[in-house]
């Protein structure tokens, strides 16, 4: 008999010493059957907090007559004999329980326990979120009461079922590699595990869709379809023809409204490719960009049969083009389309790898909980693309380890690769979906990533510098030298152990004794250097970046003082302590009959040549091209130092590697032009006079109607008062706040201003009803803050960086916009600093050429937020009173939609802002 009890409780607070039991919800489960439900209410011997009856509904008066624990507790722990106890986060609702039994006398409870929010993460890898309530809402589970207990822990028990429907429909491969790792989880699965072995191999067939690698079974992706090509005609017929059927059109898009801008830009894309020039085409928010350029891309791919290229900024929306557009992109056309997305080689799991790892013990808790969670995700993904799933924190270090890029061998003919199968795809694809870091990586490489391409289109080109100058420079920081040195360990520690038993000779190569003394050396040297550059720019660094970090440039030829000389002597000593490392590890290397077996051997012996490579470009290598500094977390660890180089311009090697080589590149985005002008963007570029066409396409919105600008006149100097002005942005904020009822999106240039105004909004909002969603505060990457802050009815957003682009919050989910500030660059930014003075030496001026068109079109991608449908509406509230008192404050204000701007005192806006509302 297999019985299973399912708990969950409600109390006054979070501590399990000093808060109390209000409500017990008991189900269990007998032979995959409910049989019995328990509740009760239970008297604390204390008030109710007032956001725990906001939450429960539980108020004094329900408990006021309700039994004490101690008379159920007998009765409590009786239910759970002989019995797995689940709950859905164990630690929580066993911990109180126990708290309680123990302070009666009873003993604690030391049965089995199953906890659903880590079977969860085990069994569906691609949800979401694992809150109980989202969960339940994936899996197609009603949830009549969410946070009362019966209605929890029915939910949790019916959750339960359908965990384990699946955990037995596991191939059984799959159910013995998670029976070696279930020791190290938190729910005691193994005699579920075991039967399901036992089933899987009485089974007479095996999956056909499933294949076994070295144990480790894993989805057999589905092989790219060679259609016909067809006949598509003349593109102005063709672009005709679809822009006119509209039932197809309202069948693909639902309510489909009519987009001249769509078409007019898809028709320059294509004019474009049929001249082999350059373009740039700026598409107002509503043209429907995305749509506009992958309809004469698939047009121009299918009549040419070549492959064109299409980046992204981000792999998010790689994904959001290849799982959303592309799908609709196929129903719209008259002819079969093939797209394939490709990243870089991390973003793809190795099973080689993989099955090497699982050879070496399971490792942490987090580890185990990762490698779980590869296991049953391997048997459902296609593509072995990791930004399917969402890993614990500490699991994407291991990660790493287990990723194409760490493999450092050639496919055997029998191995499959996801990588190597992604690539095949695009071979075979009209469309490769890319992002800027992989194009870019592709255009400085030696080694050729995205095959062969003459047509590339560039969304959201406004990023495309940036990109181009990350992967033309270089990033370095200590958490990646010391992960690589704790990887390798001292000779007695498992990596060397694991090599000695694969590879005996290893011992005859390397002298332990020196080993360790080697490796203590720069371990120590690491830790000094980083630390001394975190003293150095501690006490020379000039502001912070926008998400709170102090910085310093690296000091020029003439400027290294004492301090300087000395840091320079200890990365001097670390590069040669780790060249002493790399060259045992050479010499091991060459005693292996085999390496190709010990494929993280040859990985951390890349790696330690890459840092001696970065460390001597970084502190010995002067070529006046690249800015180099480095960013310390100011209250973070003596060592969180993170090393920069990047070029001061990549507008020359873009030309000569990029444009000059390619037929066309279109490159589009909604925010392009500074005053009207693509100056800004074709110089920063390389993009070379009369070898491009560029075109404005305005948004079709009612912008006038829609928007309201608001900009107080009576704000303190953000530049001079920066406590008075966050006292009365905070005001501002919650006068607005109350006349929208919270839906309201605050966009900052500093990290250290949004704390502060998050920590003032926080004490005011104590005894109010509005959701504070902070980044870099609340837990959670954007997206998922972004997602929460929709979930509720009254919710204030706190952004910066990432926050200005790129986040789509339509409809009424968003009322209001706060710019805290003009969007300019820190002046003291190295990288800043350094292109300003190739400006000044060219004769031209740094502020009108660089600062401010930068500005301009940060702004620019920060008003777009509001706006996002033709239903939209809602105020933009500017605090920076430089909009409208200074000279260049017009750029601003032009750049933007012509929309009513109302200024005044923050009180008169305020009234304003009431009736318009």
């Not at 489960?29 to 109710?48: A, E």
């Not at 291991?398 to 690769?417: G, H, L, M, P, W």
């Not at 890349?606 to 800015?627: M, P, T, Y």
């Not at 075109?695 to 008062?721: A, C, G, H, T, Y």
């Amino acid at each position: 008999m297999e019985k299973y009890v399912v708990v969950d409780l409600e109390t006054t607070g979070h501590s399990g010493k000093t808060d109390k039991i209000i409500e017990a919800g008991i189900v269990t489960i007998v032979d995959g059957q409910i049989t019995d439900q328990y509740s009760t209410f239970l008297n604390p011997g204390k008030p109710i907090p007032n956001f725990i009856s906001s939450l429960t509904g539980i108020k004094d008066e329900d408990v006021a007559n309700a039994p004490p624990f101690e008379e159920v507790a007998k009765e409590i722990k009786g239910k759970f004999d002989k019995a797995v106890l689940i709950a859905h986060n164990v630690p929580f609702d066993l911990g109180f329980l126990n708290d309680e039994l123990a302070a009666c006398g009873y003993g604690k409870l030391t049965c089995p326990v199953i906890d659903t929010v880590e079977m969860s993460r085990i069994l569906y890898p691609q949800a979401d979120s694992y809150k109980l309530s989202n969960i339940a809402a994936y899996l197609d589970i009603h949830h009549d009461a969410p946070h009362r207990a019966l209605s929890d822990a029915y939910v949790t028990a019916l959750l339960f079922l359908k965990l384990r429907e699946k955990l037995m429909a596991l191939p059984g491969e799959t159910a013995s590699g998670l029976q070696k790792i279930e020791k190290r989880l938190k729910s005691n699965l193994s005699y579920l595990l075991e039967k399901r072995k036992q089933e899987a191999s009485a089974e007479p067939e095996h999956d056909s869709s499933i294949a076994v690698y070295n144990g480790i079974a894993y989805k057999k992706p589905v092989q790219p379809i060679n259609t016909a090509e067809q006949s598509t005609g003349a593109f102005g017929g063709f672009i005709d023809d679809l822009f006119s059927d509209t039932a197809k059109l309202h069948e693909v898009f639902g309510i489909y409204e009519d987009r001249p801008g769509q078409k007019e830009m898809a028709e320059l894309i294509y004019d474009a490719f049929e001249s082999k020039e350059h373009a740039i085409i700026e598409a107002g928010t509503g043209i429907g960009k995305t749509f506009g350029y992958l309809i004469p891309a698939a047009y121009e791919a299918m009549k040419r049969n070549e492959q064109i290229v299409i980046s992204t900024h981000t792999t998010q929306l790689q994904n959001q083009l290849m799982e959303k557009d592309i799908p609709m992109l196929r129903k719209l056309l008259f002819f079969e389309v093939r797209a394939a997305i490709l990243k870089g080689k991390y973003h793809y799991v190795s099973l080689q790898r993989l099955s090497q790892e699982l050879e070496r013990g399971v490792g942490n808790y987090d580890i185990a909980l990762s490698k779980a969670i590869l296991l049953v995700w391997l048997t459902e993904t296609e593509t072995g693309d990791i930004d399917e799933i969402q890993l614990p924190s500490n699991g994407y270090h291991f990660y790493k380890k287990i990723c194409a890029e760490a493999e450092q061998v050639t496919y055997r003919d029998n191995y499959f690769s996801h990588y190597n199968y992604a690539r095949k795809k695009a071979e075979e694809a009209h469309l490769i979906l890319t992002n800027h870091a992989l194009l870019c990586t592709d255009l400085f490489s030696d080694n050729a990533l995205l095959p062969s391409y003459s047509r590339c289109i560039i969304d959201e080109a406004h990023q495309f510098e940036s990109a181009a100058a990350r992967r033309f420079g270089l990033k370095l920081d200590y958490v990646q030298i010391q992960y690589a040195l704790n990887n390798l360990g001292e000779w007695d520690d498992s990596f060397w152990t694991d090599m000695r038993m694969s590879s005996p000779e290893i011992a005859l190569s390397i002298s332990p004794a020196t080993w360790n003394r080697v490796y203590q050396d720069a371990q120590h040297d690491l830790d000094a250097l980083f630390r001394h550059i975190f003293s150095y720019v501690s006490s020379r660094g000039r502001g912070y970046t926008d998400i709170g970090r102090m910085q310093s440039a690296f000091p020029g030829k003439g400027q290294q003082d004492r301090k300087w000389l000395g840091i320079k002597e200890m990365a001097d000593r670390l590069i040669f302590r780790l060249k002493e490392l790399n060259k045992m590890l050479e010499t091991a290397l060459k005693s292996i009959s085999d390496a190709d077996s010990n494929p993280e051997f040859m990985q951390l012996y890349s790696q330690l040549s890459e840092f001696i490579s970065a460390l001597k470009l970084l502190f010995f290598k002067q070529d006046g091209l690249n800015v180099k500094w480095a960013e310390i977390e100011a209250k973070g660890a003596k060592n969180a130092v993170y090393l920069y180089s990047e070029p001061a311009t990549v507008a020359e090697p873009l030309e000569e590697m990029f444009f000059s080589r390619k037929e066309c590149v279109v490159l589009t985005s909604a925010t392009l032009t500074m005053n009207g002008s693509f100056n800004f963007i074709q110089k920063r570029l390389g993009l070379q006079e009369g070898s491009f066409f560029s075109k404005v396409i305005p948004s079709p919105f009612s912008f006038k109607e829609q928007i309201q600008m608001l900009i107080p006149e009576d704000f303190p100097d953000v530049r001079n008062e920066e406590e008075e002005f966050i006292y009365s942005l905070c005001e501002a904020v919650l006068s607005l706040a109350e006349i929208t009822e919270g839906r309201m999106l605050i966009l900052f240039t500093s990290f250290e201003m949004l704390k502060k105004c998050h920590a003032l909004l926080r004490d005011i909002l104590e005894d109010e009803d509005y959701t504070l969603i902070a980044q870099g505060i609340t837990s959670g990457s954007r997206v998922r803050l972004t997602k929460n802050f929709q979930s509720y009815e009254k919710a204030i957003l706190l952004g910066t960086s990432s926050f200005w682009e790129g986040i789509d919050i339509p409809g009424a989910d968003l009322s209001a916009l706060v710019i805290a500030r003009l969007p300019f660059q820190p002046p003291n930014h190295p990288l800043y600093e350094a292109r300003a003075r190739r400006l000044e030496s060219e004769g031209r001026n740094p502020f009108y050429e660089l600062s401010l068109p930068h500005a301009v079109l940060r702004f620019r991608q920060g008003f777009g937020r509001l706006i996002r449908s033709n239903h939209d509406r809602g105020f933009v509230l500017i605090c920076d009173t430089r909009i409208i008192k200074s000279s260049y404050g017009k750029y601003f204000l032009n750049s933007v939609p012509k929309v009513p701007i109302v200024t005044g005192s923050t009180g008169e806006l305020i009234e304003k802002a009431r009736g318009w509302f």
